[in-house]
Nanobody
Framework: QVQLVESGGGLVQSGGSLRLSCVASGNIFSSDVMGWYRQAAGNQRELVAQIDSGDSPYYPYYDSSLEGRFTISRDNAKNTVSLQMYSLKPEDTAMYYC??????????????WGQGTQVTVSS
């Protein structure tokens, strides 16, 4: 089992910055993909960014709407994943969730989720 605990959310003015952090406990494998999702009120949860621990050309991945404002990083030794957010906009307001995606045998996979941390950007 994997437990994820997020921190770093809060209230910030438009144009400001925040850094979200997520600590994973339990066994984290190098093949796990770690990432951040967000869910605004009334909307579906959406992928923000993902990162692996290898040299895959597919990672890090960022949602194209972010316009380069966010940076994801991972510390495999500490089992942490962070999301540095710059130039925040009111539309970035959402609950942000840490995620671990794990590929299982037989072609299946499992997702682990944190409880979320609220980010509110005021205009």
């Amino acid at each position: 089992q994997v437990q994820l605990v997020e921190s770093g959310g809060g209230l910030v003015q438009s144009g400001g910055s925040l850094r979200l952090s997520c600590v994973a406990s339990g066994n984290i494998f190098s093949s796990d993909v770690m990432g951040w999702y967000r869910q605004a009120a009334g909307n579906q949860r959406e992928l923000v960014a993902q990162i692996d621990s290898g040299d895959s050309p597919y990672y890090p991945y960022y949602d194209s709407s972010l316009e380069g404002r966010f940076t994801i990083s991972r510390d495999n030794a500490k089992n942490t994943v962070s999301l540095q957010m710059y130039s925040l906009k009111p539309e970035d307001t959402a609950m942000y969730y840490c995620n671990v995606w794990r590929r299982l045998s037989g072609g299946t996979n499992v997702n682990y989720w944190g409880q979320g941390t609220q980010v509110t950007v005021s205009s």
